[in-house]
T-cell receptor, first 114, second 116 residues
Framework: GAVVSQHPSWVICKSGTSVKIECRSL??????MFWYRQFPKQSLMLMAT?????????EQGVEKDKFLINHASLTLSTLTVTSAHPEDSSFYIC??????????FGPGTRLTVT | AQTVTQSQPEMSVQEAETVTLSCTYD???????LFWYKQPPSRQMILVIR??????QNATENRFSVNFQKAAKSFSLKISDSQLGDTAMYFC?????????????FGKGTRLHILP
């Protein structure tokens, strides 16, 4: 149990376009979902926290107009990178929490912007 | 603000040996969780072990155990009888139990190589 999926696992897009990444909790309802960014050989950096039906809370320094997060249901959150640029290339990881302290991580999405 | 420090960027040990990964943290809170996560080359984050701060007994999961020293704010991970599959990045992490946002704060990680 407690499986989180992400789609796509790898996406290549051209500079200036937008790309959407989906995060789904497959066998539980997630009251809270988290989006992280990870650069090569570095730790996870929290980008934002989203609760179902509410606006996402962004960490300091994260552009909310660039990284749009929608937590439309208790099993789905999406991250849209708008007007992507090469510097947005990274590994994006989501996690889903059914209740306090327990977070289950998705397998990640590799974004390459050319 | 809470911080998590892992002072060993990289370590290598021979298969079957025991290895200890260090972690210290700083917080003014008394009620929190500590975690060790493993990130293998697949990059899937895997929870290795969780410790609740109010429990004095050190958590253990098979070959993995922790040495939790609350007063010293130290939380080390011991891997016994290390296996090749233990090769991964290991992250120490902290969560304030009473926080409304349930955010996990990660250390910078320790890259562990298990040598055949």
């Amino acid at each position: 149990g407690a499986v989180v999926s992400q789609h796509p696992s790898w996406v290549i897009c051209k500079s200036g376009t937008s790309v959407k990444i989906e995060c789904r909790s497959l066998d539980f309802q997630a009251t809270t979902m988290f989006w992280y960014r990870q650069f090569p050989k570095q730790s996870l950096m929290l980008m934002a926290t989203s609760n179902e039906g509410s606006k996402a809370t962004y960490e300091q320094g994260v552009e909310k107009d660039k990284f749009l997060i929608n937590h439309a249901s208790l099993t789905l959150s999406t991250l849209t990178v708008t007007s992507a640029h090469p510097e947005d290339s990274s590994f994006y990881i989501c996690s889903a929490s059914p209740f306090s302290y327990e977070q289950y991580f998705g397998p990640g999405t590799r974004l390459t912007v050319t | 603000a809470q911080t998590v420090t892992q002072s060993q960027p990289e370590m290598s040990v021979q298969e079957a040996e025991t290895v200890t990964l260090s972690c210290t943290y700083d917080t003014s809170e008394s009620n929190y969780y500590l975690f060790w996560y493993k990130q293998p080359p697949s990059r899937q984050m895997i929870l290795v072990i969780r410790q609740e701060a109010y429990k004095q007994q050190n958590a253990t999961e098979n070959r993995f155990s922790v040495n939790f020293q609350k007063a010293a704010k130290s939380f080390s991970l011991k891997i016994s009888d290390s296996q090749l599959g233990d090769t991964a990045m290991y992250f120490c992490a902290f969560m304030n139990r009473l926080s409304r946002d349930d955010k996990i704060i990660f250390g910078k990680g320790t890259r562990l190589h298990i040598l055949p």
